[in-house]
């Protein structure tokens, strides 16, 4: 077999015989890892979040509870910080909890989860899973690194299935549920 000494590719069998290859070409390799198949995007609009509607009587116990809480920690401590901040954080709820959700724009495509033109890439997640909350459902996206939040994007139950499919191409589905801080505030409807 004739041998090309210019060649980048050459075998050598254990027996220490050279033996002339194929150039590599690199269409004929891929980059290794799973490479999704073409696939287009998938646009949507929903709610940047669940709304829970509170009454009077929903603000007069959280202006109680805070009022109680505070009182009980200047009681026991004597610390006016301490005591400040649970007014602070009382107020800071009142604020957020009377906040309307906006319309948002979800975008699904190659290059990641895009939330308001903000693109999340796939390879900062593990995993995706659907969470059913009231009339709206989520896809939550669960990051690789310990102390990111994971990312929520929320859409009508009937689309359900073109969004799960499109996203499976890039991250595994994982079943799980509401954690304890989301039933909790689930639960004070925040």
């Known amino acids: ?12 069998p ?15 390799n ?6 999704p198949a073409a696939s287009k995007s998938v646009a949507w609009q929903a709610a940047e979040f669940i709304e829970h509607p509170h009454g009077s009587g929903w603000y007069a116990g959280l202006a109680a509870a805070t009022a109680v809480l505070a009182g009980l920690v200047y009681l026991t401590t004597k610390d006016y910080f301490a005591t400040g ?3 602070v954080v009382g107020i800071i709820v009142w604020v957020f909890a009377g906040h309307k959700p906006g319309v948002a724009q979800y975008e699904i495509s ?7 033109s903000k693109v999340y890439p796939y390879s900062s997640f593990k995993s995706f899973a659907v969470l059913r909350e009231g009339p709206l459902t989520s896809v939550n996206l669960f990051p690789l690194k310990r102390f990111m939040p994971p990312v929520s994007a929320y859409f009508d139950p009937k689309d359900e299935p073109k969004i799960t499919d499109a996203l499976g191409n890039y991250l595994p589905y994982e079943e799980r549920k509401l954690d304890t801080i989301d039933r909790l505030s689930r639960r004070l409807h925040l």
């Not at 077999?1 to 050598?12: A, C, F, H, L, T």
């Not at 254990?14 to 004929?28: A, F, L």
């Not at 891929?30 to 490479?35: A, D, N, S, W």
């Open 1 to 12: 077999m004739d041998q090309d000494e210019n060649s980048p590719w050459q075998y050598k």
């Open 110 to 116: 190659d290059s990641g989860l895009s939330v308001n």
């Open 85 to 87: 901040t649970i007014v």
């Open 30 to 35: 891929p980059e290794p890892g799973p490479r």
């Open 14 to 28: 254990d027996n220490g015989s050279k033996t002339q290859t194929e150039p590599r070409n690199d269409d004929d």
